[in-house]
């Protein structure tokens, strides 16, 4: 996380900020469409305008803008899912439709959009092949987007907002492969021009900083448990969207995903210590305004759709998620003390965190330490306190594969 301020942004993603009713009708309507509905719709205009919707008749309103669709995670042949985000400058009105195959036309979803505009740089088609996902195209004339799966493969389909994007997870169909060797996806949180939180009297980058944990503990975890696979988001100092990270764990199919950051704050504070998070909704103030600038958004944004995205959560794997993340702080905890006797614990809590959101396997976000609290800014530039880190990190994720 990171201090505020005019000099330096936050989080990878950001947008200006315009919370409306179209936004949260949007979010509506794509908790409805995932949960709800599953009997395939056929294609038909779009509906009516809706009633409720003022904004739709309040003249000087801007057209929401498709700016780009990114495709994440069906780099590698046989990637477990792809993820499509639809990135847009304003709201957008939409609808969603699960579409059966027909004659030649494969199983689609399609993404109705209404009153949207889109650049000339946004592809007509791409072609993708891989991870459940045949190719996404534009369609016209009614403005959709509409993507073409695989046999097999299914979607569902979220709405985030600041800046506004429709994510749709597509999993594809489910192979009975050969049981192979665990994989854990570490996330080293920030990079390239998001820097993340700063200490600049210590010389302290938390996207430095956690790029270096990320790659101890890779390399503790390989050491003590050689069977397991591990893999880095970034092992580099590169731009890499909140929607990203995860993708690449989900089409991986990986056993265990850990967002690696490192804890600021504005005011003085008394105690730092270590917090590993899950994510869920919550109501305590600093774990809303934290998850707000790890999530590069406001606070009334996070507590505006928490409710609607946790029900995007499988509850089987939050489960899961809460023994990884106790088994995280205690070992984290534990060796961080050998250097540190005074380490607080700040227990295990539950925020929402974007990263988080839509990952398929348990997933934890640790706060390893307060690069503001001076005892431990001052310990993170030494190596042996990193290290110590690190080792714990390890040490709790080999601890909860182990126990599977
Ligand atoms: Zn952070």
Redesign the pocket.
């Known amino acids: 996380?990171?201090v505020e301020g005019p000099s330096r942004k936050h989080a990878c993603i950001r947008g200006r900020t315009n919370t409306s009713k179209l936004c949260l009708l949007g979010l509506l309507l794509a908790a409805a469409g995932c949960e709800g509905d599953s009997s395939p719709k056929h294609d038909r205009a779009l509906p009516e305008p809706l009633p409720e919707l003022p904004e739709r008749a309040t003249p000087g309103r801007d057209r929401a803008r498709l700016v780009r669709i990114d495709v994440y995670g069906a780099s590698a042949e046989d990637a477990a899912g792809a993820r499509v985000v639809l990135l847009f400058e304003g709201a957008p009105l939409f609808q969603q439709k699960q579409l059966p195959a027909e004659g030649i036309l494969p199983a689609r979803i399609a993404i109705e959009l209404e009153d949207v505009e889109w650049g000339d740089t946004v592809p007509v088609s791409q072609s993708v092949e891989r991870g459940g996902l045949q190719r996404v195209r534009l369609a016209t004339p009614n403005p959709r987007v509409v993507l073409d799966l695989q046999p097999g493969a299914t979607g569902r389909l979220f709405y985030l907002t600041d800046p506004y994007r429709i994510v749709v997870d597509v999993s594809a169909v489910s192979h009975s492969r050969p049981k192979r060797r665990p994989l854990v996806v570490l996330d080293p949180?920030?990079g390239g021009r998001e820097p993340?939180?700063a200490n600049d009297q210590y010389g302290l980058v938390?996207s430095q900083v956690?790029l270096d944990l990320a790659e101890l503990t890779a390399s503790r975890l390989s050491a003590i448990m050689p069977r397991v696979r591990v893999m880095l988001t970034r092992s580099t100092d590169v731009d890499l969207s909140l929607e990203e990270r995860c993708a690449l764990a989900n089409a991986m199919e990986a056993d265990a995903f850990v967002s690696i950051?490192?804890n600021a704050s504005h005011e003085p504070v008394r105690k730092g210590g270590v917090t590993t998070f899950v994510l869920d909704t919550t109501n305590n103030r600093q774990a809303l305004r934290l998850a707000a600038?790890?999530n590069g958004t406001r606070v009334a944004e996070v507590t505006g759709i928490q409710g609607l995205l946790a029900k995007h959560h499988r509850r089987a794997q939050a489960e899961g998620s809460r023994t990884l993340a106790g088994k995280i702080q205690r070992h984290t905890l534990k060796r961080g003390r050998s250097v540190l006797p005074k380490l607080a614990d700040r227990g295990v809590r539950q925020a929402m965190f974007y990263v988080l959101v839509g990952a398929r396997m348990p997933s934890v976000l640790i706060?390893a330490s307060f690069v503001t609290y001076e005892p431990e800014a001052h310990a993170l530039t030494r190596h042996n306190y990193r290290r110590a880190l690190a080792d714990g990190i390890a040490s709790g994720i080999a601890s909860y594969l182990l126990a599977r």
Do not use: S, V
């Open positions: 996380m990171t949180g920030h993340g939180a938390e956690a950051h490192l600038r790890e706060e």
